[in-house]
């Protein structure tokens, strides 16, 4: 499928929202090998906390996990807090950043519910930043795992831009994905979300069996 022009002013990446439906999340629910306990930690260190304290896991994007807290948390000090919220655009294939590269404009424009958020160009390589850190992975491997911690919401990754061909709709190739922090993950511990959601499970199934 063909690349698309995206993330100027013409057509801005669109972020997605943080409210839809994460399906790991439901796929494990009411197994009970999902403990968390408070640990008293709060902020972005509580996403740590909630990360490690899953088992089902995987250890390729538990590693992936840790980078992004270690990431966010370094633009966490040198903002005060303050721009590390609205994530960051990068690069997630290095073979095809090269390819992005004589784009003109000086930034990468994301749009989120009326908002405009620019990033400077060239955007960060994630799979050089994650060398960097001592992790070596593909771009298909690295695209597997941010949807895994997508899908688990540890963090919201922006979807694939759709193209119009033919009167259908069509998912485009992109060299680039937006990466923010779930900021459930942050405010309060997993076990909260995992009660609730388990509360509202019971709740439909007795009123199904009524």
Same mark, same amino acid.
């Given at each position: 499928m063909g690349r698309i022009k995206i993330g100027n002013k013409k057509k801005p990446l669109i972020l997605e929202n943080e409210l839809i439906d994460r399906p790991l999340i439901t796929d494990n629910i009411l197994k009970k090998e999902l403990k968390f306990s408070d640990v008293g930690a709060s902020g972005i260190d509580l996403y740590l906390f909630n990360l490690s304290g899953n088992p089902f896991i995987s250890k390729q994007a538990l590693r992936i996990g840790v980078f992004l807290y270690a990431y966010f948390k370094e633009k966490f000090i040198k903002t005060k807090g303050i721009n590390w919220k609205m994530g960051e655009a990068f690069y997630i294939s290095s073979k095809d950043r090269i390819s992005d590269n004589h784009e003109e404009e000086e930034y990468f424009r994301c749009t989120y519910r009326g908002a405009i958020y620019d990033y400077p160009r060239p955007l960060k390589d994630l799979i050089l930043e994650l060398s960097e850190f001592g992790i070596d992975i593909s771009s298909s491997n690295l695209i597997k795992a941010l949807n895994e911690l997508h899908n688990f919401h540890?963090?919201?990754? !922006?979807?694939?831009? *759709?193209?119009? *061909?033919?009167?259908? !709709?069509?998912?485009?190739?992109?060299?680039?994905?937006?990466i923010r922090i779930y900021q459930g993950m942050v405010d309060k511990p997993f @076990? @909260? @979300?995992?009660?609730?959601?388990?509360?509202? !499970?019971?709740?439909?199934?007795?009123?199904n069996s009524s």
């Open positions: 540890y963090i919201t990754m !922006s979807p694939r831009p *759709v193209r119009e *061909v033919g009167g259908k !709709s069509l998912y485009s190739r992109t060299c680039f994905r937006h @076990y @909260y @979300y995992l009660n609730r959601k388990e509360k509202l !499970s019971r709740n439909k199934d007795n009123q």
